[in-house]
């Protein structure tokens, strides 16, 4: 079997199961005496090791083999489950994530298992016993391919069995299907499905024979295979049976314990020629990491940006059609151009929410990252997230991993404190770190809290001026939430020491900037004591949005509308001068007034300032008003990203091109305030 046209598949899934591996274990470092943790566990490492000997990969089943030895004896109580015994398991995960990442990169990395592999198994022999049967039969590379695809076959029914077993306990029967299609039958892989999705209804379709890619290409001969669990009884899942036509017979049997390797014994299984499925869902196991069979398809993000530039060329023409048809008067291009413009809205709908990700995408991360590091500084921080099903678009999700990342590895390394300080400070030994993400309108917002030592705006006062960034004098004449942003300036750091983790001044200054070069803003709140929380807000997504187009001079710039308050008449404000600077009242408020042709360098109109508009944008908390020639009115744009030579020019983020043909620039209004 060629197995490289798999290694994309394979590559996916396995960092997917790795994922949940560290999640099971960081559930069991809590509570070791959590058998669901550890049997998902054992399934799950069995599950790879089954994969990787049917792909070939030898070191990787090498390793998860040793580490099934070693789980079974944990989960069967005959060792017991050691702070020592987690920390290995965890270096087991780190070097399958190093031996995953080696094949997804084909440069070789040289990765030496021997001592790994010999810590399992001294930790596996206990008192020096002697080593057991199964680790006799582990994969290496001087076996024949027969023998290699006979023991993953092997594996995958174990495996099958496995999950049947913890599904009997929650009241699922196991069935093995048989279904036989007429020889006149010309659409195999049509009925395949319909049968499928039959049996899909009352259950869930646990593997099948052959795989789900052949089988949904049609490539079998009459008869092919499927095992369903389902709640429901035999009668039922025939009279699904009976209304697929074009089945000229059908078997459904109920297959006790053990006899799933009898059902597919007869077929002289071969690796892969049985796929995994699904698993069914239990009150107490995760949600099964496979996606159904048929039912879904994996697509690179290269196709869906592409797709999505696609959907942006149609939102330009749209508008260029409305305004053709608004200055011609044309009927029959007014009607047919209502179609177009619902069609291409529900089109961009769909594009946009096919390019939504969980947050549970990043966040699965973050709770075995903030585990480490707050184990090498020695402290114990426990880590809660809500939110993990907002969802976002993939380039904005990416974007934000890494300050996310600093965020919490700051919150561990600067805010919480050690247990002994806690204890002094009438605190739990135990910190506490909150990341938790909400909707809010168009935007989201991540908030990364801490209940640690907070940050204290003097020290801060006093690191500037030691620092050279401000004398005495400017020092003491910031507010307490200034002094408090003073960390986000490059090079600010209120510790002296540097570590792996944090210390060099880069961590929220680099925060702030990725924050801000995809449209979103970050606000810090703190009280010294009491804990810090860092507030992003960012949007949804960057491709299409809506703006509000404005003229200075002869350009047209476009405002996103999520940052624009309200639109004021000059002649309606009271202009004053504070500080030799321009302001203008405001809902009882001061705002200070910003000349958009002064910051973009246009020429300034001559024309009255009374027909002028005040536009009232705010990014976070800080609001401003800015002044523009006219206001031409709300529409919805496609962001390009700019060439290089106007990428970093400050007040612009992307350009866009309006309906007419004519291109203008999107303001970037935290850049500019």
């Known amino acids: 079997m060629d197995t490289l046209q798999y290694k994309d598949i394979f590559i996916s899934e396995a960092m997917e199961y790795l994922e949940h591996l560290n999640q099971d274990l960081l559930a069991l470092e809590k509570n070791p005496s959590d058998q669901n943790s550890l049997n998902e566990i054992f399934r799950t490492s069995h599950t790879l090791k089954s994969m990787a000997a049917t792909m070939g990969f030898d070191q990787i089943t090498e390793l998860t083999h040793q580490m099934e030895n070693v789980l079974d004896k944990l989960r069967t109580g005959r060792q017991d489950i050691l702070s020592g015994t987690i920390d290995l398991l965890f270096e087991c995960l780190d070097t399958l994530s190093l031996l995953i990442e080696e094949i997804s990169t084909a440069e070789p990395k040289n990765i030496e298992l021997s001592k790994l592999l010999e810590k399992l198994k001294l930790l596996e022999s206990g008192k020096g016993e002697p080593e057991t049967e199964d680790q006799s039969h582990q994969a290496s590379p001087g076996n024949s ?383 010294p004591g009491k804990g810090s929380t860092f507030i992003l807000r960012m949007p949804m997504t960057l491709a299409i949005i809506q703006a509000l187009l404005v003229r200075v001079s002869r350009e047209i710039y476009a405002i996103p509308v999520i940052n624009t308050m309200e639109t004021l008449v000059f002649s309606e404000i009271q202009l004053k001068y504070v500080q030799q600077g321009e302001v203008v009242m405001y809902r009882d408020k001061v705002l200070p007034l910003l000349r958009l042709h002064r910051v973009l360098s246009t020429p300034e109109e001559d024309r009255p300032e009374p027909e002028q508009a005040v536009l009232v944008i705010e990014a976070g908390e800080t609001q401003i008003g800015l002044l523009v020639d006219e206001v031409l009115g709300q529409q919805e744009i496609a962001i390009k990203s700019m060439s290089a030579m106007l990428k970093g020019v400050r007040g612009l983020s992307g350009v866009t091109i309006l309906g007419d043909g004519r291109i203008a620039l999107v303001l970037d209004v935290p850049s500019l305030i």
């Open 145 to 527: 391919p027969e023998a290699d695809e006979t023991s993953a076959a092997a594996a995958l029914l174990d495996n099958l069995e496995a999950l049947a077993a913890q599904a009997r306990t929650e009241g699922y029967v196991t069935y093995g299907v048989k279904v036989r299609l007429e020889e006149s039958c010309s659409f195999k892989g049509v009925r395949a499905f319909m049968v499928y999705k039959t049996l899909a209804t009352h259950g869930e379709v646990m593997a099948s024979f052959p795989d789900p890619q052949r089988l949904q290409e049609g490539i079998f001969e009459r008869e092919f295979f499927l095992l369903v669990l389902s709640q429901r009884g035999e009668e039922l899942l025939k009279r699904g049976l009976r209304s697929v036509s074009e089945i000229a017979s059908f078997e459904l049997k109920v297959l006790p314990s053990g006899e799933i390797r009898g059902f597919f014994g007869d077929l002289k299984l071969a690796a892969g020629n049985a796929v995994p499925v699904k698993a069914p869902e239990t009150s107490q196991k995760k949600e099964p990491i496979s996606g159904r069979l048929i039912q879904s398809i994996r697509v690179s993000v290269e196709r869906l940006d592409n797709l999505q530039n696609l959907i942006g060329e149609l939102v330009i023409n749209k508008i260029r059609l409305a305004q053709i048809a608004k200055q011609y008067d044309i009927k029959d291009l007014k009607e047919a151009l209502a179609q177009f413009d619902r069609v291409t809205g529900e089109l961009q709908d769909e594009v946009t929410e096919v390019r939504m990700v969980p947050m549970e995408h990043i966040f699965n991360r973050f709770p075995r990252m903030v585990r480490d590091i707050a184990k090498e500084s020695g402290k114990e921080v426990e880590l809660e997230m809500e939110g993990k099903d907002i969802e976002l678009d993939r380039t904005v999700l990416d974007e934000i991993n890494d300050p996310l990342v600093h965020l919490l590895r700051n919150a561990v390394d600067h805010g919480i404190e050690d247990a002994d300080s806690r204890i002094q400070s009438e605190k739990k030994r135990q910190g506490l770190i909150r990341l938790v993400a909400r909707r809010q309108k168009n935007h989201v917002i991540i908030q990364v809290a801490d209940d640690g030592r907070g940050i204290d705006p003097a020290v801060n006062r006093r690191i500037a001026v030691e620092k050279g960034f401000m004398n005495f004098e400017a020092a003491e004449g910031l507010t307490d939430q200034e002094a408090v942003n003073l960390i986000s300036l490059p090079g600010f750091t209120t510790t002296n020491q540097v570590t792996e983790v944090s210390g060099r001044g880069v961590g929220v200054d680099a925060v702030r900037s990725k924050i801000i070069s995809v449209g979103g803003d970050l606000r810090i709140e703190s009280k």
